[in-house]
Protein backbone atom coordinates (compact mmCIF):
# COMPACT_ATOMS: atom_id res chain seq x y z
CA UNK A 1 0.00 0.00 0.00
CA UNK A 2 1.38 3.30 -0.98
CA UNK A 3 1.23 5.86 1.58
CA UNK A 4 1.48 9.21 1.69
CA UNK A 5 2.26 10.98 5.11
CA UNK A 6 1.62 14.31 5.90
CA UNK A 7 4.01 15.74 8.83
CA UNK A 8 1.24 17.80 10.83
CA UNK A 9 -2.63 16.81 11.68
CA UNK A 10 -3.06 20.50 13.30
CA UNK A 11 -1.16 23.45 12.80
CA UNK A 12 -1.76 27.04 14.30
CA UNK A 13 0.16 30.16 12.69
CA UNK A 14 0.38 33.33 13.21
CA UNK A 15 -0.35 36.03 10.67
CA UNK A 16 2.87 36.86 8.98
CA UNK A 17 4.75 33.86 9.48
CA UNK A 18 6.68 31.19 7.39
CA UNK A 19 4.89 28.14 7.35
CA UNK A 20 6.43 24.73 6.21
CA UNK A 21 4.07 21.96 5.12
CA UNK A 22 5.55 18.28 4.77
CA UNK A 23 4.30 15.31 2.41
CA UNK A 24 6.73 12.29 2.04
CA UNK A 25 5.47 9.34 -0.21
CA UNK A 26 6.97 5.81 -0.02
CA UNK A 27 6.22 4.35 -3.40
CA UNK A 28 8.96 6.12 -5.87
CA UNK A 29 6.07 7.81 -7.62
CA UNK A 30 7.17 10.65 -9.73
CA UNK A 31 4.12 13.00 -8.99
CA UNK A 32 2.88 15.13 -6.24
CA UNK A 33 0.73 17.44 -5.57
CA UNK A 34 -1.02 19.88 -3.07
CA UNK A 35 -4.41 21.06 -3.10
CA UNK A 36 -6.38 22.76 -0.71
CA UNK A 37 -10.03 21.73 0.28
CA UNK A 38 -12.90 24.50 1.47
CA UNK A 39 -16.01 23.41 1.92
CA UNK A 40 -18.54 24.21 -1.10
CA UNK A 41 -15.34 24.73 -2.94
CA UNK A 42 -14.48 21.38 -3.16
CA UNK A 43 -10.25 20.73 -3.95
CA UNK A 44 -8.39 23.15 -5.77
CA UNK A 45 -4.72 22.45 -7.07
CA UNK A 46 -2.07 24.36 -5.51
CA UNK A 47 1.08 23.46 -7.06
CA UNK A 48 2.34 20.28 -8.27
CA UNK A 49 5.37 18.11 -9.55
CA UNK A 50 6.70 15.89 -12.25
CA UNK A 51 9.55 15.07 -10.73
CA UNK A 52 12.74 15.98 -8.39
CA UNK A 53 13.53 20.10 -8.48
CA UNK A 54 10.55 20.57 -10.98
CA UNK A 55 7.26 22.42 -10.77
CA UNK A 56 4.36 23.52 -12.02
CA UNK A 57 1.58 26.02 -10.73
CA UNK A 58 -2.17 24.69 -10.17
CA UNK A 59 -5.22 26.79 -10.21
CA UNK A 60 -4.22 29.10 -6.54
CA UNK A 61 -0.48 29.57 -6.67
CA UNK A 62 -0.89 32.69 -5.50
CA UNK A 63 0.91 33.13 -1.81
CA UNK A 64 2.45 29.63 -1.69
CA UNK A 65 5.87 28.13 -3.30
CA UNK A 66 6.67 24.66 -3.12
CA UNK A 67 9.89 22.50 -2.61
CA UNK A 68 11.11 19.09 -4.06
CA UNK A 69 14.44 18.26 -3.28
CA UNK A 70 14.28 14.61 -3.25
CA UNK A 71 11.46 12.39 -5.37
CA UNK A 72 10.20 11.10 -1.88
CA UNK A 73 9.65 14.60 -0.61
CA UNK A 74 7.49 17.80 -1.32
CA UNK A 75 7.03 20.60 0.26
CA UNK A 76 4.50 24.09 0.29
CA UNK A 77 5.56 27.16 1.93
CA UNK A 78 3.43 29.63 2.63
CA UNK A 79 5.85 32.86 2.72
CA UNK A 80 3.48 34.79 4.46
CA UNK A 81 1.04 33.07 6.01
CA UNK A 82 -2.55 34.64 5.81
CA UNK A 83 -6.29 34.33 7.52
CA UNK A 84 -7.48 33.50 4.23
CA UNK A 85 -5.08 30.51 4.18
CA UNK A 86 -6.90 28.93 6.63
CA UNK A 87 -8.15 25.59 5.32
CA UNK A 88 -7.24 21.82 5.00
CA UNK A 89 -4.45 20.92 2.89
CA UNK A 90 -3.68 17.49 1.38
CA UNK A 91 -0.56 16.32 -0.59
CA UNK A 92 -1.23 13.55 -3.23
CA UNK A 93 1.22 11.61 -5.31
CA UNK A 94 0.54 9.26 -8.56
CA UNK A 95 2.55 7.07 -10.52
CA UNK A 96 4.25 8.91 -13.86
CA UNK A 97 1.56 7.16 -16.34
CA UNK A 98 -0.88 9.12 -17.24
CA UNK A 99 -4.69 8.00 -16.27
CA UNK A 100 -4.16 6.99 -12.68
CA UNK A 101 -5.56 7.99 -9.72
CA UNK A 102 -3.88 9.65 -6.87
CA UNK A 103 -3.11 8.60 -3.31
CA UNK A 104 -4.06 11.15 -0.66
CA UNK A 105 -2.08 11.94 2.17
CA UNK A 106 -4.42 12.28 5.92
CA UNK A 107 -4.42 16.19 5.44
CA UNK A 108 -2.97 19.04 7.89
CA UNK A 109 -5.50 21.32 8.95
CA UNK A 110 -3.81 24.90 9.00
CA UNK A 111 -5.06 27.62 11.21
CA UNK A 112 -4.00 31.15 10.71
CA UNK A 113 -4.73 33.59 13.36
CA UNK B 1 -11.56 26.92 -18.60
CA UNK B 2 -11.22 23.62 -17.05
CA UNK B 3 -14.18 22.85 -14.68
CA UNK B 4 -15.83 19.86 -13.06
CA UNK B 5 -19.22 21.01 -11.90
CA UNK B 6 -20.68 18.03 -9.52
CA UNK B 7 -24.56 18.02 -8.23
CA UNK B 8 -26.40 18.07 -5.85
CA UNK B 9 -23.96 19.19 -3.18
CA UNK B 10 -26.73 17.54 -0.40
CA UNK B 11 -28.02 13.92 -0.89
CA UNK B 12 -30.25 11.96 1.91
CA UNK B 13 -31.58 8.16 1.13
CA UNK B 14 -33.22 5.83 3.00
CA UNK B 15 -31.19 2.52 3.96
CA UNK B 16 -31.68 0.60 0.90
CA UNK B 17 -32.28 3.03 -1.82
CA UNK B 18 -30.13 4.16 -4.52
CA UNK B 19 -27.90 6.83 -4.74
CA UNK B 20 -27.15 9.39 -7.91
CA UNK B 21 -24.80 12.03 -8.35
CA UNK B 22 -23.94 13.69 -11.31
CA UNK B 23 -20.76 15.62 -12.73
CA UNK B 24 -20.43 17.64 -16.38
CA UNK B 25 -16.85 18.66 -17.24
CA UNK B 26 -15.64 20.67 -19.58
CA UNK B 27 -12.81 19.73 -22.12
CA UNK B 28 -13.13 16.94 -24.35
CA UNK B 29 -10.15 15.80 -24.56
CA UNK B 30 -10.42 14.50 -20.66
CA UNK B 31 -10.21 10.78 -20.51
CA UNK B 32 -9.95 9.56 -16.89
CA UNK B 33 -12.63 10.04 -14.41
CA UNK B 34 -11.74 8.92 -11.05
CA UNK B 35 -14.55 8.76 -7.94
CA UNK B 36 -12.87 9.44 -4.56
CA UNK B 37 -14.72 9.03 -1.02
CA UNK B 38 -14.04 11.51 1.90
CA UNK B 39 -15.60 9.98 5.53
CA UNK B 40 -15.52 12.48 8.11
CA UNK B 41 -12.15 12.88 9.61
CA UNK B 42 -10.00 10.95 6.35
CA UNK B 43 -8.34 11.32 3.35
CA UNK B 44 -9.68 10.79 0.21
CA UNK B 45 -10.10 7.02 -1.33
CA UNK B 46 -10.21 6.08 -4.70
CA UNK B 47 -13.55 4.03 -5.13
CA UNK B 48 -13.75 3.52 -8.68
CA UNK B 49 -12.75 5.21 -11.92
CA UNK B 50 -13.51 4.93 -15.62
CA UNK B 51 -11.19 5.56 -19.10
CA UNK B 52 -12.92 7.17 -22.07
CA UNK B 53 -12.74 4.17 -24.24
CA UNK B 54 -15.86 2.88 -21.91
CA UNK B 55 -19.36 3.68 -21.20
CA UNK B 56 -19.87 2.03 -17.92
CA UNK B 57 -17.78 0.12 -15.00
CA UNK B 58 -19.59 -1.54 -12.05
CA UNK B 59 -17.74 -2.76 -8.63
CA UNK B 60 -20.45 -4.76 -6.72
CA UNK B 61 -22.31 -1.74 -5.58
CA UNK B 62 -21.00 1.17 -7.15
CA UNK B 63 -21.50 2.25 -10.86
CA UNK B 64 -19.83 4.60 -12.70
CA UNK B 65 -21.24 5.37 -16.55
CA UNK B 66 -19.84 8.56 -18.87
CA UNK B 67 -21.22 9.70 -21.48
CA UNK B 68 -18.60 11.67 -23.37
CA UNK B 69 -21.25 13.47 -25.88
CA UNK B 70 -22.51 15.17 -23.53
CA UNK B 71 -19.85 15.73 -21.47
CA UNK B 72 -20.70 14.14 -18.07
CA UNK B 73 -20.61 11.47 -16.18
CA UNK B 74 -22.07 9.79 -13.36
CA UNK B 75 -21.62 7.42 -10.05
CA UNK B 76 -24.62 5.28 -8.65
CA UNK B 77 -24.93 3.35 -6.19
CA UNK B 78 -27.52 0.90 -4.94
CA UNK B 79 -28.87 -0.56 -1.94
CA UNK B 80 -27.00 2.41 -0.23
CA UNK B 81 -25.62 1.49 3.58
CA UNK B 82 -24.63 3.66 6.53
CA UNK B 83 -21.41 3.33 6.34
CA UNK B 84 -21.91 4.66 2.24
CA UNK B 85 -22.12 7.89 4.22
CA UNK B 86 -19.43 10.16 3.33
CA UNK B 87 -18.51 13.01 1.17
CA UNK B 88 -17.84 11.90 -2.86
CA UNK B 89 -15.72 14.09 -5.20
CA UNK B 90 -15.93 13.28 -8.69
CA UNK B 91 -12.81 14.33 -11.47
CA UNK B 92 -11.24 15.11 -14.12
CA UNK B 93 -7.90 14.67 -15.84
CA UNK B 94 -7.20 18.38 -17.62
CA UNK B 95 -6.34 19.26 -21.29
CA UNK B 96 -3.84 21.24 -20.53
CA UNK B 97 -2.18 18.90 -18.66
CA UNK B 98 -3.73 15.38 -18.44
CA UNK B 99 -1.28 14.84 -15.16
CA UNK B 100 -3.49 16.97 -13.32
CA UNK B 101 -7.01 16.28 -11.81
CA UNK B 102 -9.46 18.68 -11.69
CA UNK B 103 -12.25 17.82 -8.98
CA UNK B 104 -16.40 18.48 -8.55
CA UNK B 105 -17.05 20.61 -5.48
CA UNK B 106 -18.10 17.46 -3.77
CA UNK B 107 -21.81 15.87 -2.38
CA UNK B 108 -22.82 15.05 1.13
CA UNK B 109 -24.61 11.88 0.85
CA UNK B 110 -26.19 10.82 3.96
CA UNK B 111 -28.02 7.76 4.37
CA UNK B 112 -30.43 7.07 7.11
CA UNK B 113 -31.33 3.82 8.59
Redesign the interface.
Known amino acids: DVKVTQSSRYLVKRTGEKVFLECVQDMDHE?M?W?RQDP??????IY?S?DVKMK?K?DIPEGYSVSREKKERFSLILESASTNQTSMY?CAS?QGE??????????TRLTVV | GENVEQHPSTLSVQEGDSAVIKCTYSDSASNYFPWYKQELGKRPQLIIDIRSNVGEKKDQRIAVTLNKTAKHFSLHITETQPEDSAVYFCAANGFYNTDKLIFGTGTRLQVFP
Open positions: NFYGLGLRLFYEGLRRGYGYTFGSG
